[in-house]
């Protein structure tokens, strides 16, 4: 009896002891957080001053729109600002239909068996696949085999590929996170396994898909192996040619070049300003895909 009592007695005593133990504990994993969070923060935000500093006061519209030079200093990046926007619009609009259908199917009607697991595998493995593994890929399907040389098709279609493997997995990894009872209130309503998909688990899934496709847009937009050896390291020369078959020189590609092969005087400068050029439309193409994401929450609040 007398040892219960002491029990109870020394209970409170511990049981204060381990809550201000926690409470210590917490507070040190809280501050600890904080601390590698704002220290991510500064050096990003430090990153971004040393890149821009020199870059983005320079700027001007006849360096947006102006024609490369060879020799001469004062170029522009006109050709390849617009060839990047047409090669990152058409690899999307290839990857995107066929990577979401991939991933719809592997999501709601593959079977599970061995086959699909090895599939997934593989689609898996293609995602960490280097860039230029893809290049390759596009010299032999594209100058070896249709012999159609150094296009903007091929680089297009060539980051397509990349592309695919990311989109399917992400994909079907939304579309599996939709809450189950979602899927099952649909089925209750009679909705169709079309209509689900459609009207229910797409929607509730959109933030995750949209968050992939923005990912390899911007991979897409900044890629320079793919590019250079399927499309080249040149432009037609013109600011608007959307002549498929035209050498899709690109901003990243360019910018390899100037850092690399250029005689102009002015290389340096024309480094720094291309590199700012990379990093807000980079910063542009992550606010356009958020756009659908800011109107799909307002609908489902309201």
Not at 27 to 33: A, D, E, K, N, S
Not at 49 to 55: A, E, I, M, P, V
Not at 116 to 137: D, H, M, Q, T, Y
């Amino acid at each position: 009896m007398s040892m219960r009592k002491e029990v109870s007695a020394g209970s409170p005593y511990l049981f204060s002891k381990r809550r201000r133990a926690s409470v210590l504990m917490d507070r040190l994993f809280t501050g600890t957080v904080w601390g590698i969070g704002i220290i991510v923060i500064l050096f990003i935000i430090g990153l971004l001053f040393l890149l821009l500093q020199k870059g983005l006061p320079e700027l001007s519209w006849d360096f947006l729109y102006g024609i490369p030079s060879e020799i001469e200093e004062g170029g522009g990046i006109g050709p390849a600002l617009f060839n990047s926007f047409y090669v990152l619009i058409i690899s999307l609009l290839v990857s995107i239909p066929i990577g979401m259908a991939a991933g719809i199917y592997l999501a709601e009607f593959a079977p599970n068996n061995k086959l699909i697991e090895f599939v997934r595998i593989c689609v898996e493995g293609l995602s960490s696949v280097p860039s230029i593994i893809f290049g390759l890929f596009g010299i032999a399907l594209f100058v070896e085999f249709f012999e159609i040389g150094l296009t903007i098709l091929g680089a297009a279609i060539s980051l397509a590929f990349l592309n695919l493997p990311v989109l399917t997995r992400v994909t079907e990894e939304s579309i599996r996170a939709v809450p189950v009872e979602l899927r099952n209130a649909s089925f209750a309503l009679g909705s169709t396994h079309l209509q689900t998909i459609r009207s229910v688990l797409l929607p509730v899934a959109l933030n995750g898909i949209m968050t992939g496709i923005c990912l390899t847009a911007g991979r897409a937009f900044g890629e320079s192996a793919v590019i250079i050896l399927t499309a080249g390291v040149s432009t037609s020369g013109e600011m608007w040619d959307f002549n498929l078959f035209s050498p899709g020189g690109t901003l990243a590609v360019h910018l390899w070049y100037i850092q690399s092969e250029a005689i102009v005087p002015d290389a340096e400068l024309i480094a720094q300003k291309t590199t700012a050029v990379l990093i807000f439309v980079a910063l542009l193409i992550n606010i356009l895909f958020r756009v659908p994401l800011w109107f799909n929450a307002r609908k489902t609040q309201v």
